[in-house]
């Protein structure tokens, strides 16, 4: 019986001082497959998320692109607009709408100014902090 007693308060005694260390270190090494970190950075970069543009136009002739660009600017000093080349027409597209009832609202205020005005979903940029 004394041996199972001194037995016991040997091994409790060495458990309690092993779980007493203490360690000075306050920071965590996390071992995980590269390519989490590779995706972790990744998308730290991003700074894009899924919306809505409004195309204003369409048009072979850079100028009257840029017109309507003048045009949009003047109505909405803030937004931004984005203008791609896709051969053989330069393609107006304005605005980072994060929902389609904001891009509809805006849609809604330049009826009758252009001669097209569609909704595109794709990548936009963060909204601006102003």
């Given at each position: 019986m004394l041996k199972n007693f001194i037995l016991t308060y040997y091994l409790f005694s060495c458990c309690v001082s092993f779980a007493q260390q203490n360690y000075s270190s306050n920071d965590v090494n996390i071992h995980c497959d590269?390519?989490?970190?590779q995706?972790?950075?990744?998308?730290k970069r991003i700074d894009q998320i899924q919306g809505y543009r409004i195309q204003i136009c369409f048009d072979s002739d850079k100028n009257e692109a840029d017109r309507a660009r003048g045009k949009f600017l003047k109505l909405f000093p803030l937004t931004d607009t984005y203008m791609a080349f896709e051969n053989p027409h330069f393609n107006l597209k304005v605005g980072d709408y994060r929902s389609k009832m904001e891009a509809e609202k805006i849609k809604r205020q330049i009826f009758g100014e252009f001669v097209i005005s569609i909704i595109h979903e794709e990548l936009v940029n963060l909204p601006r902090i102003d």
């Open positions: 590269e390519r989490i970190n995706l972790v950075e990744l998308e």
